[in-house]
């Protein structure tokens, strides 16, 4: 490299593994033959040139060492190993005392975090900015209570929650700061981000990605073996399909988006995005095949970022959720019934244009109206279903 990286990223590997139970340090578990911080470095890797500086558990910095070693791959990084404290904070700390002079940006990511992707890597050392830090996060989606011992005293408003994930990411000056003043105040916060607000700092959050969880019980363990080899598991590796429905009104102003297509002149679909209910409805397909939700759920009213939104970023995004939770894409097959628009002569157009967002699966469209029946035949709206086939890797 011409120049020393202006990001770091401490990745925090000093953890016992008491609840996971597996007779060694977390992170230098097997996952498939590969170390929990193997593959948690696998995405590190993957991203933009930074100082690497790995936490280890006190004993174990030579097998540590050795990981970093074979994950670099002879890459010209700064990277090192680092022994942690007795606590979370503390090997934070001290991954934080080996940051190069000239880092501006520091992202703090625990390596029991082993499947998260290093575009979410990437995000949030983007959305860094000089006066606040970023942390990734998933909507809150169960239903939430408020509990005394064993006693139910509320609900809880889960539309005002979300679930922090990691790497965090902030301005160098102000987390060594907040972390100088944490130490000497002997405070102790749950995660990187409450110890920076607690020191004045904002922090923001970007969306995270299901596959960032963290492998804390056994559970976890064998839920990230599955996502990586579904026949370690006992899984039998076969095709899986999902169906999907979506149905829209006319309405709204503007044209008409529909296939990933822009239909000018006609009017309309409502909805939160563009109302394209072809596309809507292969994401619930797809979705709904790998097991990973719903579109409500990852693109509804409570993720405002996808508001406007045409089918190309559903899908790409679709796309790479399924790929990060270990499926190939084998084909979507989708039916819209509606009165309009006439379809035959951009059927070709839409099944490209639905192909390439999905990174090259085959996509067949048709349409067909309902003898006027019903309220697609009678012009106020477009009904589709989907049908998609997903095939483990």
Same mark, same amino acid.
């Given at each position: ?27 230098? +578990? ?28 006190? =004993? ?23 022994? =942690? ?14 940051? %190069?002079?000239?880092?501006? +940006? ?8 082993? *499947? ?13 900015? #000089?006066?606040?830090? &970023? ?13 005394? $011992? ?23 000056? #102000? ?11 002997? !405070? ?6 409450? *110890?920076?607000?607690?020191?004045? =700092? ?9 596959? /960032? ?20 598991? $006992? *899984? ?48 619930? #397909?797809?979705? $709904? ?34 790929? %990060? ?45 309902? %003898? ?6 009678? =012009? !106020?709206?477009? /009904?589709?279903?989907? &049908? ?6």
């Amino acid at each position: 490299m011409t120049s020393a990286p202006r990001t770091a990223i401490v990745v925090v590997a000093a953890g016992s593994g008491t609840r996971l139970a597996a007779g060694a340090p977390k992170a230098l +578990v097997d996952l498939d033959g590969r170390t929990v911080l193997a593959h948690a470095l696998e995405g590190v890797f993957a991203v933009r040139p930074m100082q690497v500086i790995v936490v280890a558990p006190a =004993g174990h910095e030579p097998a540590v060492a050795g990981v970093l070693a074979d994950a670099d791959g002879g890459r010209a990084w700064p990277a090192s190993v680092v022994t =942690g404290g007795a606590t979370r904070q503390l090997s934070v700390a001290a991954g934080l005392a080996a940051v %190069d002079a000239a880092v501006e +940006v520091v992202l703090v990511h625990d390596a029991a975090r082993a *499947l998260t992707p290093s575009a979410q890597i990437d995000a949030v050392a983007d959305a860094v900015t #000089a006066d606040a830090g &970023v942390i990734p996060a998933l909507a809150v989606i169960d239903t939430l209570k408020r509990v005394d $011992g064993d006693a139910v005293v509320e609900a809880v408003d889960r539309s005002v929650l979300a679930a922090a994930q990691t790497p965090q990411g902030f301005p160098r000056a #102000a987390l060594d700061a907040a972390y100088a003043r944490a130490l000497e105040a002997g !405070e102790e916060h749950t995660d990187d981000a409450a *110890l920076f607000a607690a020191a004045g =700092g904002a922090v923001r959050r970007i969306p995270g990605d299901e596959r /960032a969880f963290k492998i804390t019980t056994p559970a976890d363990l064998e839920r990230a073996r599955m996502l990586l080899h579904p026949a370690s598991v $006992g *899984l039998p590796v076969t095709p899986r399909i999902g169906v999907g429905t979506d149905v829209h009104a006319f309405g709204g102003g503007g044209d008409l988006w529909l296939a990933g297509l822009e239909w000018p002149g006609e009017q309309p679909l409502s909805g939160h995005s563009d109302g394209d209910a072809v596309a809507h409805a292969i994401v619930d #397909a797809l979705l $709904g095949a790998a097991g990973l939700g719903d579109i409500g759920e990852h693109f509804g009213t409570a993720h405002p970022e996808y508001a406007g939104a045409h089918a190309d970023v559903f899908l790409a995004r679709t796309a790479r959720m399924l790929a %990060d939770a270990g499926f190939a894409i084998g084909s979507v097959s989708v039916q819209f019934q509606g009165n309009r628009p006439r379809f035959s002569a951009r059927r070709a157009e839409a099944e490209a244009v639905l192909s390439r967002a999905l990174g090259g699966a085959a996509v067949s469209v048709t349409a067909t109206t309902t %003898d006027g029946l019903g309220f697609t035949g009678r =012009g !106020e709206g477009i /009904a589709v279903t989907a &049908v998609a086939l997903v095939l483990p890797r």
